[in-house]
């Protein structure tokens, strides 16, 4: 039994050796990679993590990068230093950074898919290790659809008032038309009127002159008469006289 218990605890003790040998060599290696971490430049440790993310600009900062185009990841620079001082941040920052890639990848291909095209996408991981994102992106089919539609009705429009010019054309020509009718029908009226008027006084004055006529010549005939009579009365009364 003596001899059972010994070689248990030898075990047990050879156990908590590797254990404990395990857990040096664990924490040399972590050592080790803060040392490596540390001995490079922040310039170095960025460009490293930037070969994770080919698919878009690297950068270290506070904030998301400003411009309008292009694809972007922006690190705090806090967080940086965190991951350079700490293996097990600096670990989950990588597979945060590898899957910022490769999300860009599948977004890309989906916008290609889709017709809709990247303009800017702007990423973040702030102090925390929180990751937020920006992006503007834009529909060239329905920009292509949306310029031919404002084509369409510009067209339209155009020919709307092309059309109403036209009406207001034929419009002042038919109004224009009607009064130099009008005109005419007023002016023969006014011709016919002025004849009928002409043609009325010269019958009058033809019927007054006809009657002064007959006036003259009843008169010269009563005056005759009259002449003859008077020439016969004094016949007679030389007639009686001899």
Not at 81 to 89: A, G, L
């Amino acid at each position: 039994g003596s001899y059972e218990a010994n070689g248990m605890a030898g075990s047990a003790a050879a156990g908590v050796r590797a254990i404990n040998g395990a857990e040096k060599m664990e924490t040399g290696k972590a050592q080790e990679t803060i040392r490596d971490s540390k001995s490079k430049s922040t310039a170095e440790y960025a460009n490293e993590l930037a070969k994770l993310v080919p698919s878009v600009e690297f950068k270290v900062g506070n904030s998301y990068s400003t411009t309008k185009s292009g694809q972007t990841l922006t690190l705090n620079s806090q967080l940086l230093e965190k991951m350079r001082n700490d293996p097990e941040k600096e670990k989950e920052m990588k597979e945060l950074i590898r899957g910022v890639e490769s999300a860009t990848k599948l977004i890309d291909g989906m916008n290609k898919a889709s017709g809709w095209t990247l303009v800017y996408r702007h990423g973040y991981i702030d102090e925390n290790g929180k990751y937020r994102e920006i992006a503007c992106v834009r529909n060239d089919f329905m920009l292509d659809m949306s310029d031919r539609l404002r084509e369409e009705r510009r067209e339209n429009i155009q020919k709307l008032m092309d059309k109403s010019k036209e009406k207001a054309a034929e419009k002042e020509e038919k109004s224009e038309k009607e009064e130099k009718s009008e005109k005419k029908e007023k002016s023969e009226k006014e011709e016919k009127l002025e004849r009928k008027e002409t043609f009325e006084k010269k019958e009058t004055f033809e019927k007054k002159e006809t009657f002064e006529k007959k006036e003259k010549s009843e008169k010269k005939d009563g005056a005759d008469k009259t002449d003859v009579k008077n020439r016969t009365q004094i016949g007679a009364n030389l007639d009686l006289k001899i």
